[in-house]
């Protein structure tokens, strides 16, 4: 019973072996695939975050290089797990449509993304936001993030309790 999971990361496994059989190699491949990436996605945020540095690209690759031989991200890409492939994944693309000041419609579809990956995320994320907010001064931001992050729940659950009724839970 994976009812306790998202449903995200176990319908990705189970497309996986849908499309490819059940081989070890294929389901890890989903972690791998995705903490790929997660690793264009953090040289995209250096990138932006570092668009005003005449060393932006030097920056960039070290931060991409940082992360890509962190011992845990080599790790989860061989491990089958949320933590390490989606969930990284799923964070960092609504990151980079956050940074890109991407339109509304945008951030909720990535922020749902989180919201399915893993439930403790949205909660780390919402607190990392406000963080980012404190440092950088944006208080225009905060109502918008609320009024995302409360249409964001309510599609998960709406999302949720329907995943669990279809699988009897």
């Known amino acids: 019973d994976c009812t306790w999971h998202p ?3 176990i319908n990705l496994l189970a497309s996986s072996i849908i499309i490819f059989g059940k081989s070890v190699y294929y ?8 903490n790929l990436l997660t690793i264009f996605l953090v040289y ?3 990138l932006e975050i570092g668009k005003e540095n005449k060393n932006k690209e030097y920056q ?15 790790q989860s890409s061989v491990l089958v797990d949320i933590d390490g492939g989606i969930l990284n994944f799923s964070t960092m ?16 579809f990535s922020l749902l993304l989180v919201f ?12 990392s936001l406000f963080i980012f907010i404190v440092i950088t001064k944006q208080w225009k931001e905060v109502p918008r993030i609320f ?6 729940a309510v599609i998960f659950l709406i999302i ?3 995943y669990l009724k279809i699988m009897g839970s």
């Open 7 to 9: 449903p995200l990361i």
């Open 160 to 162: 949720l309790f329907s």
């Open 60 to 74: 960039a690759v070290l931060a991409t290089a940082l992360y890509a031989l962190n011992p845990l991200v080599i």
């Open 147 to 152: 009024l995302l992050f409360f249409i964001t």
């Open 27 to 34: 389901i890890r491949g989903v972690a791998a695939f995705f």
């Open 44 to 46: 995209r945020i250096s």
């Open 116 to 127: 399915l990956s893993k439930f403790p995320g949205p909660i780390l994320l919402i607190f």
């Open 93 to 108: 693309l609504f990151l980079f449509f956050f940074i890109k000041k991407k339109s509304f419609p945008i951030l909720l």
